[in-house]
């Protein structure tokens, strides 16, 4: 399987700190950048300061913040064989594009079919419509499940309450049902995740998990994806149906 090849090899550096949502402070060859950040949300609980981070290099010599973070490691930054936690989640619907037009995700969807991006249905847009099948991938980074070392700072978590945009698409997608043949919500992580689990409930749960579970009901599939991310590439690891 063709992997996702990066333009050009990600830059490492180390983050200094998170300065906002949008920008972390790094330090890469003995100099200081402001770089951005491409996810508003928490990554897990963790306290970024310290962390190793690969970076991709914008070719746009007039962009304010010539760097973006791609990817967090739990790693020393003095070890040589890191393993990667890629935090970019639009950079996971590219990926998602590659491996669905190179016959990646043939066990899911087949093999074959047209793949057009960013469809509307109802009041929603939809990252990928594949052949006759709606399919919407979210890349959760709110926890993560990964042994943390004890040399990792961690934060105390807050109550995570932001489901909406979850919610309306799942009830999208079980709506198409009626004029489509499937519908798939395709969770992804970035790094190598056993199976998704909900570890920590939303304050809305209850709510969430019956809308979740009429959804299924009426046919909606879920599905994960894993993804192996270094300096060079992005491989799909491995994929399947999941219960959520």
Same mark, same amino acid.
Not at 4 to 8: G, I, K, N, Q, V
Not at 114 to 118: A, G, I, L, M, S
Not at 131 to 134: L, P, Q, V
């Given at each position: 399987?063709?992997a ?5 090899p990600l830059? +490492?550096g180390?983050? +200094?700190k ?5 920008t972390?402070v $790094?330090?890469?060859?003995?100099q200081?950048?402001n ?5 508003t949300?928490r990554?897990g609980n963790?306290d970024l300061?310290g962390?190793?981070c ?7 010599p007039?962009?304010k913040?010539?760097f973006?973070? +791609?990817a967090?490691?739990l790693?020393r930054?003095?070890?040589t064989?890191?393993s990667?936690i890629g $935090?970019?989640?639009?950079? =996971?619907?590219?990926?998602? +594009?590659h491996?669905?037009?190179?016959g990646g995700f =043939?066990d899911?969807?087949g093999t074959?079919n ?5 469809q ?5 847009k939809?990252?990928?419509?594949v052949?006759?099948?709606?399919l919407?991938?979210k890349t959760p980074l ?7 070392p004890d ?5 105390k978590?807050t109550?995570f309450?932001s489901t909406?945009?979850m ?5 999208e997608?079980?709506?198409?049902l009626a004029?489509?043949?499937r519908?798939i919500?395709?969770?992804c992580?970035?790094y190598?995740?056993?199976?998704f689990?909900? $570890?920590?409930r ?6 969430v998990?019956? $809308?979740?579970?009429?959804c299924? =009901?009426k046919?909606?599939?879920t599905?994960? =994806?894993n993804?192996k ?5 992005v491989?799909?690891?491995?994929y399947?149906?999941?219960?959520l």
């Open positions: 399987m063709t996702f090849r990066f333009a050009e830059c +490492e180390i983050i +200094e998170r300065k906002s949502q949008f972390m $790094i330090q890469y060859e003995g200081t950048y770089a951005h950040c491409p996810t949300g990554v963790l300061s962390r190793p690969l970076m991709s290099k914008s070719s746009d007039k962009r913040m010539p973006t973070v +791609e967090v490691s790693n930054p003095e070890d064989d890191k990667w $935090i970019n989640q639009n950079a =996971a619907n590219r990926y998602v +594009e491996f669905l037009t190179n =043939a899911m969807v074959g047209e793949v057009h991006r960013e509307f249905l109802g009041i929603s939809l990252d990928f419509l052949g006759n099948t709606y919407e991938v709110q926890h993560l499940q990964l042994d943390i040399y990792v700072k961690t934060k978590q109550p309450s909406d945009r919610v309306k698409h799942f009830q997608l079980a709506g198409s004029e489509h043949q519908a919500l395709l969770t992580f970035i190598d995740n056993p199976g689990q909900v $570890i920590e939303s304050t809305n749960y209850d709510e998990r019956q $809308i979740v579970d009429d299924v =009901a046919g909606v599939e599905w994960q =994806a993804f991310l270094t300096p060079t590439e491989a799909l690891e491995k399947f149906p999941i219960r």
